[in-house]
């Protein structure tokens, strides 16, 4: 079966770059969730898309941004990038934002900023 | 404000032998669903098992089990006859299923759980 794809799935860059992490949900998935977990820590909700609206914000820097595209796929741009947004960023995918519609998670990017 | 608590880092079992991972969650919310994800070293999120708050039976899924206490608001995972490849990180995590919740997930910290030979 399909899963969630991310990529790239390694990214290093620098200081004050900018990067763009992709996410290409489950075939006919509608929502689609970015979490981000730093070394060591719990994933924290960052943004979350329904049939390409923003559905919910939690603890994303305003350095980011993100959108969903008519395809259902999703993007995460990070900009002026920071030593502290080293992580591991997953995107979820969901078929509908409610109820028990189980998250299905992709591989992770995992981001290095030197 | 909802809150999950994993109380132990890190876990030691004996390979065959079952363990039990502690998991409390704090809300207000009537509706909810609880799950547990295992994280292995490479760092992909596996979903084990779901628990809903509804639901009356306890939820199992092969070797996994969730032992839900409602009235106590735990939900621990057990894992029956443990194997090597049980090492990894396991998150307990909650999602609101109430008024205008949008259904993100809240994990706890994690308990690392060490399988031995």
């Known amino acids: 079966a399909a899963g969630v794809i991310q990529s790239p799935r390694h990214l290093i860059k620098e200081k004050r770059e900018t990067a763009t992490l992709k996410c290409y949900p489950i075939?006919?998935?509608?929502?689609v969730y970015w979490y981000q977990q730093g070394p060591g820590q719990d994933p924290q909700f960052l943004i979350s898309f329904y049939e390409k609206m923003q559905s919910d914000k939690g603890s994303i820097p305003d350095r980011f941004s993100a959108q969903q595209f008519s395809d259902y796929h999703s993007e995460l741009n990070m900009s002026s990038l920071e030593l502290g947004d080293s992580a591991l960023y997953f995107c979820a995918s969901s078929l509908g934002r409610d109820r028990y519609n189980e998250q299905f998670f992709g591989p992770g990017t995992r981001l290095t900023v030197l | 404000a909802q809150k999950i608590t994993q109380t132990q880092p890190g876990m030691f079992v004996q390979e065959k032998e079952a363990v039990t991972l502690d998991c409390t969650y704090d809300?207000?919310?009537?509706?909810?669903?609880l799950f547990w994800y295992k994280q292995p070293s490479s760092g992909e999120m596996i979903f084990l098992i779901y628990q809903g708050s509804y639901d009356q039976q306890n939820a199992t899924e092969g070797r996994y089990s969730l032992n839900f206490q409602k009235a106590r608001k735990s939900a621990n995972l057990v894992i029956s006859a443990s194997q090597l490849g049980d090492s990894a990180m396991y998150f307990c995590?909650?999602?609101?299923?109430?008024?205008?919740?949008?259904?993100?997930?809240?994990f706890g910290k994690g308990t690392k759980l060490s399988v031995k030979p």
């Open positions: 995590a909650m999602r609101s299923f109430y008024g205008g919740s949008q259904g993100n997930l809240i």
């Open positions: 075939p006919r998935h509608d929502t």
């Open positions: 809300t207000s919310d009537p509706s909810y669903g």
